[in-house]
């Protein structure tokens, strides 16, 4: 015959093995769904773009920030509107129309980080000047960049690149023209 009292004790040893494991499985999975949300943040660019904005609003420009190109190569009929991209890609900018003035995208990032941020541009005498400075990945910052023509090719220029740029230009071979996007933005 069956102890009903020896059924009774086994079942209630596995109900209390069960309901330490179930609490043990919540604990588990309650660590794994917060490790994943921190994670999460902190492998995302939000952090970086609070900190590139932070500092964009804190930058002062030094003199070779307010360098302006040659009148020769200024383009103030250019539309800049469009992909650009410097260097392998490693920032870019999407420029777009917007009621006035052109909402600008910026991306920007390398081997460690990638982030992508807004800014609010004016076009105007050949000058694309933005709401807040830009801080590139490499670490270029600049409010502004000048549209600029050479050799019939569409350039946008940060004021820090503009004196190697002149240096360059004044120069440069023709089949070495493509290693200007390493000092200025071009279409992409």
Known sequence: MVDLSTIRKQSQKLVGKYR??????????????LGTAIGLFLSSSLPIRWSLNRRARNWEPTAADLARPEDGLLAPNMNVVGEWFTGIGSTSLTIKPGGGSYEVKCDTGGCLWRCDFQREGIFAKSE?????????????????????????????????NVKRFMEYTSSIQEDDIDSLRWLAFVRR
């Open 128 to 160: 694309l000047r933005f709401d807040l400075p830009i801080i590139q990945y490499n670490p270029v910052a600049f409010d502004r960049v000048f549209a600029v023509r050479f050799r019939d090719k569409d350039y946008l220029l940060p004021p820090a």
């Open 20 to 33: 330490l494991s179930t609490s043990w499985l919540v604990v588990i999975g309650m660590s794994v769904l």
